[in-house]
């Protein structure tokens, strides 16, 4: 929608915080390029770049800080610190973990949260340490999400050192719980408690690269345990098996067939059980993962998935003439599925942004903290963090810094033109 020179001057009038009564988020197609016309803005847009070995220092210093799945307090202990230090409002750690700094705008609403997380995917223990050749920086977390964290104390740094004001208030969000097991339980807390019912756009900045992405992928996540009497491998032979069970189960999971559109996908990701190579166990696990981006195709391989595991005991049990073999399946993660259309006003204003930066449009799927306010209809989106990188979730993970500044830029842009009404 092409906007009038009208509709120009109210757009930009909002920056001061002076009253308009143009509905900028109406015209979210056309706001980036609209927006950057305006002087400090255009200022914090290029300080994103300029500051960008500052970026690149925050990204090291977070990053060496572990941040084991469920013990993320001594890396949320310092990201409070560096929240006071770019100058953010009334920073705190909710009762999940979550670190809050706030951007009061002129008026509370509208609300954007914009936010990173800090957990990793690494147990306790792990060699966090970063090694840089130039714009190249390799360690265990240094993309996922580490450079996402930096580019979300950048973009607070840039607003504030320019001057941006803006009509609603931006709250950013060290969030905890992303990965893994977490299943989602910072933006869980951000949505049920500590924000309930005051978010009205939601960014999570994740990921290398500078796609974006409004389709959440659903997840749901299972612990599985088959038990039976165990015994010795040839005094008790002729017993059922649970580790034969679970064999039979992963065969038949990996036997799925699943459609590529929507993309679904299964895993079993982690095994175990036993205690002995002499030894018939007596219990043995699996955690399986299950994923789509349509819910009605994740809900139909989960009917498989649970159908498989009850058709592996019977075997078992049938193969020893036995009953004696049991099995749970405890749920461990739901991820709902959720998505925004191409047209919704959050994801033109994202594309008008790139546009006005001059930066390729590029569209994903994912599973991110996105997933949960677009699951409950709120308008939401995930943003790349510019730069590039390989070998994420590993401790050979890498992450090129090259051109990162991007997409800071971008970040601090989008930040701008969400906190319009």
């Not at 109210?10 to 979210?28: P, R």
């Not at 084991?68 to 409002?89: H, I, S, T, W």
Request: hydrophobic residues 40%; proline residues 5%.
């Amino acid at each position: 929608m092409r906007r009038s020179g009208c509709a120009l001057t109210a757009a930009l009038l909002t920056l001061t915080g002076l009253s308009s009564t143009a509905t900028a988020q109406q015209g979210a197609a056309d706001l980036g390029p609209l927006l950057l016309q305006n002087p400090a803005v255009r200022a914090a847009v290029e300080f994103a770049r300029t500051d960008e070995l500052k970026t690149i220092e925050d990204q090291i210093r977070i990053c060496e800080v572990e941040a084991p799945p469920f013990q993320e307090a001594k890396r949320g202990e310092l990201y409070a610190a560096m929240f006071r230090d770019v100058g953010l409002k009334n920073v705190r750690i909710d009762s999940e973990g979550n670190v809050l700094g706030e951007r009061p705008g002129a008026s509370p609403r509208p609300h954007l949260v914009i936010s990173a997380h800090l957990d990793t995917v690494f147990p306790r223990g792990t060699d966090v340490s970063v090694r840089r050749q130039g714009f190249v920086l390799r360690g265990a977390g240094i993309g996922d999400d580490c450079r996402g964290l930096a580019d979300l104390v950048a973009v607070a740094r840039a607003l504030n050192k320019t001057g941006v004001s803006t009509p609603g208030t931006i709250t950013f969000v060290g969030t905890v719980g992303e990965e893994g097991l977490g299943d989602l339980r910072g933006v869980k807390r951000l949505f049920s408690d500590t924000l309930k019912d005051k978010i009205d756009r939601f960014v999570s900045i994740d990921g290398e690269g500078l796609g974006i992405t409004y389709i959440a992928i659903g997840s749901a996540r299972f612990r599985v345990t088959f038990k039976g009497p165990g015994g010795h491998s040839f005094g008790s032979f002729g017993v059922v098996n649970p580790v034969h069970a679970l064999g039979r189960a992963v065969a038949k999971i990996g036997d799925f067939q699943v459609p590529g559109s929507p993309r679904t996908t299964f895993n079993v990701g982690r095994i175990g059980g036993g205690t002995s190579i002499n030894a018939i166990a007596s219990e043995a696990w699996m955690e399986v993962d299950l994923r789509s981006g349509d819910a009605a195709a994740l809900r139909a391989l989960e009917k498989q998935f649970r159908q498989a595991v009850q058709d592996a005991v019977k075997e078992e049990n049938a193969r020893w003439s036995s009953q004696s073999l049991t099995v749970s399946i405890e749920t461990v993660g739901m991820r709902p599925a959720g998505r925004m259309p191409a047209t919704a006003p959050i994801v033109q204003a994202a594309v008008s942004v790139s546009k006005a930066l001059n930066l390729p449009v590029t569209f994903a799927e994912g599973s991110t903290d996105s997933n949960l306010p677009l699951s409950l209809g709120i308008p939401a989106l995930t943003v790349d963090t510019g730069g590039r990188g390989s070998g994420a979730h590993t401790e050979r993970e890498m992450f090129d810094a090259t051109d990162a500044w991007k997409g800071t830029q971008r970040a601090v842009l989008l930040a701008v033109v969400l906190a319009q009404p």
